[in-house]
């Protein structure tokens, strides 16, 4: 038997709760990981409360990261004892995730930890920081340097937007950070980010053109935001957009795309190549100040994930969010 935050539904209720499952319920898999860390993350969020259509088969062990060691593999590139992480890959949604003691997986989804973090600093990171990692990679590939010109990231204090800050000041870039929460200036100033402007300025429908401010934006929120960001970038800039914290809408117009020239890069964490999430995991291992983990996670047990899911949805949770599994 082991502890997981198992999802039901039925005609008439919907429940997550902490439960006792046997290990004979595990889903298909040829790996199977003892978990030390997940994490809590929006869609985790979403899937517990349920005020999101996250997940598609019931019941459901939600948490689309997770970080072990494997105890049994019938797979030729793994072996019990090997530390491994996995975030996306329908975890949470399709399959039984990372919110519980065990887990049982493909083995393609699988990454072998990077020697320099430990379970808790990889699911302090968890797909946050990796989709941080992709959208950075996304503005390298359409030329982005550090000496171009301001970075924007929305929805700074997030997890996504915490590691976006902190990857890009690492490199150099000059960060301004997109915040409705100002009590958070402190600590952005603290992870990278060079000013902060208010969530205000990019939340009111603005025009179709606006005043040339970003080299390139990195986007965490969606709605009138991210059309607001496009048509704040400058000639030839590129929008790195990862998420909809704030809507999936985009009520926008052509303009910024056919008169300055900018590229609206989507970046998706979930069924992200096997070749881009190692060389992303390869490059946080190399390029992530392991004092920004630090300040950006908060951990937790399984037993407070429940509660703090409403918190996390309701703007009042900063950065990061690891759940300990393992003597706990």
């Not at 924007?152 to 490199?171: D, K, N, Q, Y």
Request: proline residues 5%; negative net charge.
């Amino acid at each position: 038997m082991f502890r997981a935050i198992l999802v039901t539904k039925d005609d008439d209720t919907y429940q997550a709760r902490l439960s006792e499952v046997d290990e004979s319920a595990l889903p298909e898999g040829d790996v199977t990981v003892a978990i030390d860390y997940s994490s809590l993350n929006y869609k985790d969020a979403l899937a517990i409360t349920g005020r999101g259509p996250v997940v598609r088969r019931f019941p459901m062990v939600p948490g689309i990261d997770l970080a072990g060691e494997v105890t049994h593999s019938l797979a030729p590139g793994f072996a019990p004892g090997d530390k491994v992480l996995v975030n996306g890959c329908g975890l949470g949604e399709v399959h039984w995730g990372g919110l519980a003691e065990r887990a049982r997986v493909k083995s393609e989804w699988l990454v072998p930890l990077p020697a320099r973090f430990s379970t808790r600093q990889a699911m302090s990171i968890g797909t946050a920081g990796f989709t941080a990692m992709l959208c950075v990679m996304a503005l390298e590939r359409h030329g982005m340097k550090p000496d171009g010109g301001e970075i924007l990231v929305t929805g700074a204090s997030g997890g996504v937007g915490s590691f976006a800050i902190s990857l890009l000041a690492a490199s150099g870039y000059t960060v301004v950070a997109s915040t409705g929460r100002p009590e958070e200036a402190d600590y952005l100033e603290r992870i990278g980010a060079k000013r902060i402007i208010p969530r205000a300025e990019l939340a009111a429908p603005g025009r179709p053109l606006g005043k040339e401010l970003w080299a390139g934006v990195i986007d965490s929120v969606g709605g009138t935001t991210l059309a607001n960001a496009c048509a704040q970038t400058r000639y030839g800039g590129t929008v790195a957009a990862c998420g909809l914290a704030g809507s999936m809408d985009l009520p926008a117009t052509v303009a910024p795309f056919i008169l300055r020239g900018i590229t609206l890069a989507g970046v998706d964490s979930v069924y992200c190549p096997a070749p881009l999430r190692s060389a992303a995991w390869q490059r946080l291992a190399t390029e992530l100040p392991l004092a920004g983990i630090d300040a950006i996670a908060t951990e937790i047990r399984l037993d407070e994930a429940i509660a703090m899911a409403a918190d996390l949805l309701d703007g009042k949770v900063r950065g990061r969010v690891a759940v300990r599994l393992a003597g706990g």
